[in-house]
């Protein structure tokens, strides 16, 4: 079954959240833990990394879209110019937002895309309002306003990482609005993204392979089949984000991906050592507030309509 088109009619109010929240949360939690299966492949150099994850994701891609008999679908988004021109964009952006978080992982800035991602549902909200009309209750203007001090006082203190924050929470922002809007299901939209950067990606693996150190696939099992584990990991929350974000309301999906960061938060803390600081704990606490507010505002209005 492919996702609604956005012509399609309107469901009640807590339709598109119940639709959306299960891919929603699937999609956060891969990226959450994704910071331990970058730590298996840490060797590998991020661009090189990268490459491989789009070499990997669109055969993947395409088997899903043959057992799903998504071809003619596929064909329509293809022979669409507006459509081609949309998904280039969103292309462009997840393959900045995939190397930026990649190499700030492997050179220990976990905090850093931590931040970037608890950054990235203010700026879904402001896009979600500015751009989709989307409008914001008093109680959820309120979770954003202590969500937004809450990432003031991370960043103070992270001025020089600054710039992977602000990368990351940007691109990801811009890339989730682009894909809301185009009229593409999720699973051929990230298969002719995919195939729009293959060749990017194929002449970053060739230059690896003739270069002195070597392609750092197929020197051995282990890490070839990582390697290739990338497009699992890659296309499945990929999919779950787009299936969730033409189905749920931008604003709402911008604050369930506070878990994501959240996991991310707590794997720097304890698996990757990184010291805690008085100011990151206080904005760590006053996040949670936020999404307690912003949750529990969304539980009233749907005790209301129900009532």
Request: hydrophobic share 60%; aromatic share 12%; proline share 7%.
């Amino acid at each position: 079954m492919t996702d609604p088109a956005p012509s399609s009619p309107s469901p009640p109010a807590s339709a598109p959240i119940a639709s959306g929240l299960a891919p929603a949360l699937g999609a956060y939690l891969i990226w959450g833990f994704l910071p331990l299966y970058l730590l298996l492949v840490q060797s590998v150099p991020a661009i090189e990394f990268v490459g491989w994850r789009i070499i990997w994701t669109l055969p993947l891609c395409l088997v899903i879209i043959a057992m799903r008999r998504q071809f003619p679908e596929l064909r329509a988004a293809l022979t669409s110019p507006r459509t081609l021109l949309a998904l280039t964009a969103s292309a462009v952006l997840i393959a900045i937002n995939w190397f930026v978080y990649i190499w700030a992982i492997m050179a220990g800035e976990v905090f850093a895309t931590s931040i970037g991602y608890y950054l990235n549902p203010l700026l879904n909200v402001l896009l979600g309002t500015l751009v989709l009309g989307e409008k914001l209750s008093k109680r959820q203007w309120l979770a954003v306003a202590i969500a937004g001090v809450a990432v003031t006082l991370l960043a103070a203190g992270a001025v020089t990482s600054l710039w992977i924050s602000l990368t990351l929470g940007f691109s990801f922002a811009l890339y989730g609005l682009v894909r809301k809007q185009v009229a593409v299901g999720s699973l051929p939209g990230l298969t002719i993204e995919s195939a729009i950067l293959m060749p990017v990606a194929g002449s970053i693996a060739a230059w690896y392979a003739v270069s002195p150190q070597g392609s750092a696939f197929g020197q051995d099992w282990w890490m070839s089949g990582l390697i290739v584990f990338s497009g699992v990991v890659t296309a499945v929350p990929l999919l779950m984000f787009a299936i969730a974000a033409r189905r749920m309301d931008y604003s709402t999906l911008g604050f369930i991906q506070y878990l994501s960061p959240t996991i991310v938060f707590f794997l720097g803390l304890f698996v990757f050592h990184q010291p805690l600081a008085p100011a990151k704990l206080a904005s760590f606490v006053l996040i949670w507030v936020a999404v307690a507010i912003f949750v529990w505002d969304l539980w009233a209005k749907r005790r209301a309509v129900t009532a």
